[in-house]
């Protein structure tokens, strides 16, 4: 009875259906959220089998879901609030070990996601490029040819090598976004960079916009709440991830930190 009332309404790390959701979410966003309806139920339940046991997507992935879903529930978000799209941007992104996972966590519900990811370094925009296609053929292979997304619909992802606040140069991008993303943001580093990047993040939410943040340390979160708020940003939620995996070097670990933050301009 005990243990029962311990039981969170949101799933947790030892929770072995997570990985089922997490695999049946990017099924279908692989499916362009088309319910796939001629797949071989065999290959299936194998197939959501070996994802859940499998290190593909290993520890950080599945915190970071877990930590996705507490972040929504706490601060209440409903990002793409009447719209059947949620425009998604990945700032500062690198490889970009959670290019699919995001649009899959923001779709989870049937909206279709158009998801932006930037980095400023060619590398690691290839890297991203190839870590999605990889997991995008996993999937595909499972499909019947004729449901696959062509790339053609409103629903992808694309990944961008440039500067994050260059962004606005380009017709193709929304100039809005409902969710933005900025993991492990890099304000220690270069502080001028960094308060352009928040600017131009904040100066591009929609009206039920959202911009998240991650942070690998204390310090570096609080003093990125700081310039956030001084530029215009309400914190919305701030949380230490109490399973953020500790690096080798003292007092960082992966999405340490994360926090919801709305722009103060934009009546909600
Ligand atoms: C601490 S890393 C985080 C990378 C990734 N989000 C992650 O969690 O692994 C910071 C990233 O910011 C990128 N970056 C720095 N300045 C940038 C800019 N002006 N525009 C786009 N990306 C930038 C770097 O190339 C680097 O990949």
Redesign the pocket.
Known sequence: MEEEQKISPISSAKDSSLGVIMFDSLLSHFSGNNQPENLDPALLKQMRQEFNNSEFFGEDMRNLWLMLERIQIKANLDPGKGKNRIDLL????????EGSVLPAFWGRHGLSVKQFS????DA?IDKAKRRYAATESIFKSAMNPKIVNSGESAQGVEFIA????NLSKYGQIPSKFDVIF?????LW??RP??Q??YEYALNSLSNTGILII?S?FDREHLLALELLKLLGGNMVVSERNSASRQLDFPGKSIDRHVAAITNKSIPI
């Open positions: 990945n700032l500062a992104c690198g490889y970009c070990e930037v980095d400023l370094r690691e440039d500067n994050a606040v900025i993991r492990h943001q890099n580093h270069d960079t960094w352009k990047i991650t690998y």
